[in-house]
């Protein structure tokens, strides 16, 4: 039976629980290595539980949930380097600096932005400054083609002739 005590530890269990997916999503989002950690912590948080659970009765649902957390848990730390397995912070920032998509963003940067600090890299090569900027033009022509919903969507209908560029 619940009582009004057991209710209060559960409520006050569920808002730490809370709170630590909050900081491991905003950790996440801003791409910081600590919301890897705190991946890890929420998901290895009900391991003990788990283990308690199987000293009751062993069932297959039990006994496969467990299974599958602690690989859950094991590939966390595996993928991304955590607590200084196959190289911690450190490898995980040399690969990091090595995908292709950072030497994309800076090649687009150099050609784009001449005057930029930002070194040209030898993709800079590859995407040439004229399809660069055809590939910015096509992007900014799909952007002012989409069709908005907002306060300008309950506007009258243009004038015959009239673009969102202008008259003619």
Same mark, same amino acid.
């Given at each position: 039976?619940?009582?009004?005590? =057991? ?9 730490? /629980? $809370? !709170? ?11 791409? *910081? ?9 929420? =998901? ?10 199987? =000293?009751?009765?062993? =069932?297959?649902? %039990? ?5 599958? #957390?602690?690989?859950?848990?094991? /590939? ?9 397995? %196959? ?8 690969? !990091? ?11 687009? !940067?150099?050609? /784009?932005? &001449?005057?930029?600090?930002? +070194?040209?890299? @030898?993709? +800079?090569?590859?995407?040439?400054? @004229?399809?660069? #900027? ?5 992007? %900014? *022509?799909?952007?002012? #083609? ?5 306060? $300008? $969507?309950?506007? &009258?209908?243009?004038? @015959? ?8």
């Amino acid at each position: 039976m619940l009582t009004p005590r =057991t209710l209060t530890y559960l409520a006050i269990g569920l808002a730490g /629980y $809370a !709170l630590i997916e909050l900081v491991e999503s905003i950790g996440l989002w801003l791409g *910081q290595r600590w919301g890897e950690y705190f991946a890890m912590v929420a =998901t290895s948080i009900f391991l003990p539980y788990e283990i308690y659970d199987l =000293t009751g009765k062993i =069932t297959w649902l %039990r006994l496969a949930a467990l299974i599958i #957390n602690l690989l859950l848990v094991i /590939y966390l730390v595996w993928a991304k380097r955590l607590f200084g397995i %196959r190289g911690g912070k450190t490898a995980c920032a040399a690969r !990091l600096r090595s995908e292709s998509v950072i030497k994309v963003e800076q090649a687009a !940067l150099a050609a /784009y932005h &001449p005057a930029s600090p930002v +070194t040209p890299s @030898p993709l +800079t090569r590859r995407f040439s400054r @004229p399809a660069i #900027n055809h590939a910015v033009a096509a992007l %900014r *022509q799909q952007d002012r #083609n989409r069709s908005w919903t907002g306060p $300008a $969507a309950r506007l &009258p209908p243009a004038r @015959p002739g009239c673009s969102p560029g202008g008259c003619s």
